[in-house]
């Protein structure tokens, strides 16, 4: 049975207790959780679980969430255990996450649309890759910089809305996607970001992105 996502509800759950219904490949299964689960170029949440550390979340196809542990769990099937995750750890993927949304929607305003091959988020940046013949000029990457700074130190509300097919609609300012991810309530939280362009190769084009600070 899938397991019930507290993170969907609540982006900013940082504790939370549940059931432990069994152990998988070094990991353990809840009947609840708060921790990311690795999904959608987001990386899964570490943290502690009853009192012992969870170095990675994974999912699996049927919706059921692996809590990876680091070391054999004392507790057992049926104990009641309380899940803590590394919040400053999160809130840094919360921020960067919401933040290259907006860093796409300029740099498709500036470039011209690219379909974008792959992405992945944790704590220390985001990196998004486009299909792009050319280098990204590096004059044109520090307006998209700049108009992306300019628009999260507005303070733009981000909302979002699941559908009746249990779709979730990312919304903020101009910018709308359907993305399962984890974001910040407003813009206002992330600060400035830096971007530096990278070439993974194969016409393809990288844009990392990270928290100037
Ligand atoms: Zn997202």
Redesign the pocket.
């Known amino acids: 049975m899938a397991t019930e996502r507290l993170y969907d509800a609540d982006h900013y759950l940082k504790a939370f207790t549940a059931r432990v219904l069994g152990f998988r490949d070094g990991g353990v299964l809840l009947d609840r959780t708060a921790f990311y689960a690795e999904a959608g170029g987001q990386a899964g949440d570490t943290g502690v679980l009853g009192g012992e550390r969870v170095v990675d979340t994974k999912i699996d196809e049927d919706g059921v969430i692996v809590h990876i542990m680091e070391g054999q769990p004392g507790f057992k099937v049926g104990d009641v255990v309380e899940g803590v995750i590394d919040w400053e750890r999160r809130y840094r993927i919360m921020r960067l ?1 919401t933040a290259s ?1 907006i860093m796409e929607y300029y740099l498709w305003r500036h470039y011209g649309y690219m379909r974008r091959t792959g992405s992945f988020v944790d704590e220390k940046k985001d990196r998004a890759d486009y299909v792009h013949e050319d280098r990204l000029d590096p004059d044109t990457l520090e307006k998209v910089e700049s108009d992306t700074n300019r628009f999260l130190a507005e303070g733009h509300p981000v909302t979002i809305e699941v559908d009746d097919m249990g779709m979730r609609h ?1 919304s903020c300012g101009p910018v709308e996607m359907l ?1 399962a ?1 984890t ?1 910040v309530r407003n813009t206002s939280e992330i600060g400035a970001v830096k971007l530096k362009r990278k070439n993974p190769g194969r016409g393809e084009e990288r844009v990392e992105t990270s928290l100037a600070e």
């Open positions: 996450h949304h990312w993305c991810g974001h």
